[in-house]
């Protein structure tokens, strides 16, 4: 406190604000008083602080006298923080007007201390208010052009000090825009509250005011002020400082600088600047006596805005005997008069003067371009007014004058136009204005252009020096590498270049392609596609080349001139229609029509003019109209087929039938194809009349309730590609004209038993034998959902088989293209994709370390010679993937394995599930357990490890990521040949679809696919698990179809006596059901026994040629060896496909020795032994049995090449009647085959088509990826047999380049590296050349790791482009 009182004494002694005692100057006491006496301070003060500082202007206008208070100014000023606090707590006296001047000044000087302080309410009571202090500060940094201050208060004080500053700048705005000068003088409080004034007022301080500038735009850019509010300010404050030529001279300075600054516009701020001319001389006294220098500023000024535009006339009322003697009196009047000359060389334009003379004026420097008229109008604006499109084209094209220049309205040369109505000037200006856009736009292109060439070569240049000096440092750094590379490379060129070089000529394509270009099952092209069927063709047109001629003598109007008249099918005019239809105009029979599927897909996928011709012969023939070109019936066909007249220049006919009250329409077809069409209609509708059960028989199935009643049963119309039912679309009178429309989707027709599978509510389980058209089921009901959820983008169904040939069949059927809504896949591809788009999982199921039965049995049971004498390797297989591992007992246990206790525990599975014995089953658990151990050391994994891991993710993302699951779940999913699944693999489909989405078709019986023995009820198991306590969504009870469309009653018989045997002695094993009939009757299979393998060799060679050779899996590649004969395949192997002609090759001697007794014993129906629980394994060996009669479709042949126990048994109960037989039939009399002799077969008859089909077969068969690879070798070798049967050398050789690429494969390990690679090179420029690409791909990826690394980046970089 001593201190500071002491630097206060000698701070006020120096300023003679105080007299100190001489006594006290060297010590001061706490207690002295100082005495103060009043002193006159203002020439001091003035002095030592100029008139420009805040403390000036305020000692100058307020201190007349000082006071101790007044103190606070200098402490304030000079920043004496210390002083200034002990006077603000111990000196009286202080109100708010001091307060707030010390806020302002401190703010000015920028004190940070003192203006933290004064802001500081904690610790002293203020007069003031916060936010009086708060505004001072701002107004005192904006008064010292401190911009980053200003900001920096304003954003730290908020919104209500901003607020209040925005106020009285409004204050301020209003003053200066409609207040005259006079009025400036008295400055009202709200004035000093001014952001805008504090920063304005103060511009006299900066010469060049680059400091205003800055903080000018910053509050610009905060409050929005306009460019006529900033002029107002500086004229209002030209007007105060004008007393003092000094500061009004940079006033005007500094206005010209914020005209530049902000590009303010003289013209259009006429007025306001001419206020700033009137200030001027309104202050002629005082620039009276300014100097000689400073009236030239003035007169200048007002000379320049006359040159701009602005008007300076009558600036002044006055007109006083001083005002005419002042010196500036002449020279404004001269500059005055000087306007007005300006003004008037204007009426050269306004009076319509030449051209010419206008020019001289111009060129002369009478009239300058930048003069401008009354309104601050240029040349171009008066021209535009005037409508003196001349004289503007002349200004804007010669003189360069701008149409963009505003005058003092603000508007442009053709605004001013159209104000004026000048409609010359206004339509050149236009036309100008355009033709100068196109021009800028093409030159901006061509510059661009130019730009970007001159950009290109300097871009090349620069990369060709890179690349040069690049290439020189990489040389010379890597000179080794380069040349090993380099020999890489010649190596790699050597090898190679025929394949890289090789152009294939042929698009890739696949098998599965191919045989839908030339199979039968692609009905388009089995009706229109000849080139396929040559053979069959010229067959069928040779036998109706004579029947199907037309007598083209009968009256016959309207005749297309482009057909061939040989061609035409119809009968002559007097008798092609019965005398029922002759009446123009008869009362039809009939109520609807029916449409097959291939007439369908034509009139989708045709013309849409096709669909108004049908419409309108199908109203012809709804109201009965009747004459030869609507109703002709053609020659030569056994069953009435009629013809009608597409139209009469397109030669498409309409060839329909009628089916007691409904007509079918079978094709649209070109006049050309009629022939061929008709025989197929004729053989398809007599296919059931001729080999139709007879009705004795077909009364006897009623009677047993095998079939409905007579009233009861549809008509089946058989598919002119084959024994399947014919899919009709129902087409009413009432409806006809929806065809037109291209929403047309027409309703599929059902039969009942049909309708009720496809009504079905829920998941439905069908079952049917096989060939009863469980397929044909799941076709109608994909078809039946789509049409019901038509338009529904949320709708998505899938389907799944194991086979790659069933997908495609089914899509066929449908007709649709695999899409987001619809989609067909296998369950491995079903898998593949889950894989893929589900997410976070690090495991790795690689293709290669995946174990199947073959790997199984050959790698891990038979190493061990104990485990063959507790089960065979099948059981021990079929027990873990489908009971340990695959069942859901196992699926809900912790590590997702059966435990030990519940599968030895007998009550826990039961006998019938689990037929091992209960004696060998902790033994059976034993090779489990070795065989996980197994797996887990070698990094193995089978298909019940991927399906559990794929379970886990799905039910993650399901609840994590929903996005993603609902990118894979879909609304329906429908799943053939179910039998072939275990329970977890159901599950992961029920997951995918839901409890109530899902069509589950299969036959138990059928169930050979090793590993898996799945019961129906063991589906509904899976139901019960995913519906949990919503017993609502468990799946309904089974439904079954009886009606077999694949073999004749003759093949049935007998398929049905191994079933008896199978339902009887194994009842666990496969449901019962009804046993099923077929639709034709056939010959009894024929049996040749103890027949020596050479004379069947002969007979496949001869009579027997294309028939198809049925043995055990094991023994197919023997017996292809044996028998010179490629069409052998295992019963597996051949399951899902169907053949004319079968022989089921020592089915029954190969059987294993410990089952030929037992299988007797079954054939003779011997009581006393349990064969469910002692021999499970002859239940798997009926169904394969089974399931190699049902692939037959006509001629079915038992042969068996040597005598055995079982053999003998079997060929007795097939060809005697000294056997009983069980079941349904027993009692019954006859045999179900016949015993034939070697010589007494008939020769087959199979034609080039025929061959050409079963090869392509066979071929997709070798092309699947879940065929091993030595089956897929023997199916390519079987297509190469079949194809050059049929003369097709083209096919013979992709297949055998497809069967030696394989078989290279398969044994690549053989080879050393050098070979290898040239082998490769080899095989897959023969693929590339075949257009077998895929495989192609896989030879290399086989290959891969076997070859140098520059060869596989370079082989790698050539396939992926």
Known sequence: LIRTRAIACDVMRQCSLVYLDDDDRSIVDVDVDYHTRPVNISLYVHQAYPKESPLGRLVLTNIRSFDRKSAYIILATEGYFDLLDYFLQNIEGWDSTAELNVCRIAAFFGHSTIIARFLDDTHHQFNSTLQDRQEQVVLGAAEALNPRDVMYCLDQFGPTILSSLSKADDYFVTVVTNAEAEEFADLSPPLTKSLLYAVLHNVCLDSDGSKQLVILGTLIEKFSFSDRIILAGLCFVLSCDLSDHYPSANVLNFIAAAVKHFQIDVVSNGEILRQSCKCIIDGHNYIERSDEDCVHLYLDWIKKMAERGVNIQALTASNSFGWRRSSIFAEYTALANEQIARWNRFDMIKNDSLLVSIQNAIESGEIHLSDRDRGGQLLTHVAAGYDRADVLEWLVTEKCMSLASLDGKSRNVLETAQAAKAVLASNWIKEYQSSRIIVNFLRRHHHKLLNAKRLDRRMQAATIVQRRCRGCLVRRRYSGAITSRMKDSQRFRYIWNKFICSSSKVSPTSWTQLREEHSDMNTNDFVFDESSFEDTDAQLSSALEKALLLDDTAGYVERDPTTDSSLDLSYPAHNNVDSSSTTAQSDPSWTSFQMTSHVVKFLKNGDPQYRRFLVRRLHQLATGESSRILKKRLKGCRTPIFETYLEQKSGFRILWTEEGSTKVIWFLSPHDRVSRLAKLIDDAKNRTARQLVPESVVAKLQNDQLIPPSHLREKVLLDVCGNTPLKLYDISHHNIQDIESTNWAPLLHLTDEEKDVVEAQGTVLLLGRSGTGKTVCICNKMECDRQHFQGDTTFKQLFVARSKRLTKYVQGVIGVQDSDQTQ????????????????????????????????????????????????????????????????????????????????????????????????????????????????????????????????????????????????????????????????IELLLMFMVGSPVGMFLAG???????????????????????????????????????????????????????????????????????????????????????????????????????????????????????????????????????????????????????????????????????????????????????????????????????????????????????????????????????????????????????????????????????????????????????????????????????????????????????????????????????????????????????????????????????
């Not at 009971?883 to 590590?895: D, V, Y």
């Not at 996980?932 to 609840?959: A, P, Q, S």
């Open 824 to 983: 067909f896949r296998t369950f491995m591809e079903l898998i593949n994709e889950l894989d893929a788009t589900l997410q976070g999982s690090d495991d790795c199921f690689v293709p290669s370390q995946r174990i199947q039965f073959s790997r199984f049995k050959l790698e891990f049971f038979n190493s061990s010679s104990s485990n063959s004498t507790i089960v065979s390797p099948l059981v021990a297989w079929t027990v873990i993937r489908s009971l340990l591992k695959g069942s859901i007992e196992a699926f809900r246990s912790p590590h997702g394995v059966l435990p030990r206790e519940s599968f030895t525990d007998v009550h826990v599975l039961g006998s019938k599930r689990c037929r091992v014995p209960a004696e060998v089953r902790n033994s059976v658990y034993d090779i489990f357990l070795a065989y996980e151990g197994y797996k887990k050391d070698r990094g193995l994994f089978d298909d019940c490890d991927r399906i559990r891991h794929l379970i886990t993710r799905l039910g993650e993302t399901k609840v994590s990521k929903p996005e993603v699951f609902e990118r894979v779940s879909k609304s329906r999913v429908y799943v053939d040949e179910v039998q072939d699944y275990t329970q």
């Open 1003 to 1361: 036959d138990p019986a059928q169930s050979v696919v090793e590993g898996t023995d799945l019961r129906f009820e063991e589906i509904r198991s899976v139901g019960h698990f995913v519906a949990g306590e919503q017993r609502r969504l468990v799946p309904n009870k089974y439904m079954t179809v009886t009606v077999n469309f694949r073999s004749h009653s003759g093949v049935l018989n007998c398929a049905g006596g191994f079933l008896d045997f199978l339902f009887h002695f194994f009842p666990s094993s496969a449901k019962a059901l009804k046993k099923d009939y077929g639709l034709f009757q056939g010959s009894r299979p024929s049996v040749l026994h103890k027949l020596d393998a050479k004379m069947l060799k002969a007979l496949l060679a001869d009579k027997l040629m294309g028939a198809i050779v049925l043995v055990h899996d094991d023994s197919a590649v023997y017996w292809r060896r044996a028998l010179d004969y490629s069409l052998v395949y295992g019963i597996r192997e051949a399951k899902g496909l169907e053949f004319k002609t079968i022989i089921l090759l020592d089915f029954f001697s190969e059987l294993p020795a410990s089952l030929q007794k037992p299988w007797r014993n079954i054939i003779f129906n011997r009581p006393g032994v349990d064969y469910e629980a002692d021999y499970p394994l002859l239940s798997t060996y009926l169904k394969l049995l089974y399931t190699g009669i049902t692939r037959c479709i006509e001629r079915l042949f038992f042969v068996e090449t040597k005598g055995s126990t079982a053999g003998d048994a079997t060929v007795r109960f097939l060809t005697t009647n000294t056997v009983k037989r069980i079941g349904a039939d027993a009692g019954k009399a006859g045999t179900l085959a016949t015993r034939a002799n070697a010589t007494d077969v008939e020769a087959l008859s199979m034609t080039a088509d025929e061959f050409l089909t079963e090869g392509l077969n066979s071929a997709e068969a070798g092309e699947l990826d879940e065929v091993e690879i030595g089956l897929a070798i023997s199916a390519l070798a079987r297509a190469v047999w079949c194809f050059e049967r049929a003369g097709n050398p083209k096919l013979a050789s992709k297949a055998r380049a497809h069967k030696i690429s394989l078989e290279f494969r398969r044994g690549i390990e053989e080879f050393d590296n050098n070979h290898l690679e040239t082998r490769a090179a080899r095989i897959m420029e023969s693929l590339k050349s075949e257009g077998l690409v895929r495989e192609m791909n896989s030879v290399f990826y086989s290959v891969r790791p076997f070859l140098p690394q520059y060869t596989g980046e370079e082989l790698e970089k050539h396939l992926t482009s």
